[in-house]
């Protein structure tokens, strides 16, 4: 699990055959779990300046591939007892968005972001959502489309401040939103008192 804090900007040094070699400070052990633009990695080698991840066919059919070039987002795995400054988040994505627009102000900047129609059931206005394994809080749901302010320290501290239009985003919905999805969608009609029943298992 994780949550959605990004530990460091770690520099590609390659992609090939399916292997990232990613150079970090941060010194993770062989099979360690690692949030690499919010997609969940296994450590498979270790080097005195950072270490390599391996992609399966699996991840490399869900994640925005096209983005493991320079740099990445990185953040290790939540230890029990760690604090959750975002909101949990598992490191899988779900689905690939596209940033459609962006407007600054004097407060932060606004990413619109269009994303595919299968998604729009999982987001809520002030519901969190994973955007490249940064944890966001959405602020307006349009039709196909959500819109995120990220403030002076976010985007300072990530990649984001790189971002240009057209960019494709790796994109991990709510767990608590997928959940209770999968528990309501073959219902047709239930009484308050069950959907109350439904929420005390969250």
């Known amino acids: 699990m994780f949550n959605g804090l990004i530990r460091e900007i770690a520099q590609v040094v390659s992609y090939q055959n399916n292997i990232l070699r990613l150079k970090a400070q941060y010194k993770p052990n062989l099979g360690d779990s690692i949030a690499v633009n919010g997609a969940c990695l296994s450590v498979t080698k270790i080097y005195h300046d950072g270490f390599e991840v391996e992609l399966s066919h699996e991840s490399r059919l869900h994640i925005a591939v096209q983005n493991l070039k320079e740099s990445v987002h990185i953040e290790p795995a939540l230890r029990f007892g760690d604090r959750i400054d975002g909101h949990l988040m598992q490191g899988h994505i779900d689905f ?107």
Request: net charge neutral.
């Open 96 to 202: 690939i968005g596209t940033l459609e627009q962006i407007h600054k102000d004097e407060n932060g900047v606004d990413f619109f972001i269009l994303l595919p129609k299968d998604a729009m059931k999982f987001v809520a206005s002030k519901g969190s959502i994973g955007i490249d394994g940064v944890s966001l809080t959405i602020n307006e749901v349009f039709e196909n489309q959500i819109r995120l302010t990220i403030i002076p320290i976010t985007f300072k501290e990530t990649l984001f401040k790189e971002y240009k239009i057209g960019r494709k985003i790796n994109i991990e919905t709510d767990l608590l939103a997928r959940y209770i999805y999968a528990q309501l969608k073959d219902t047709k009609e239930m009484s308050w008192k069950e959907i109350e029943k439904i929420s005390y298992l969250y």
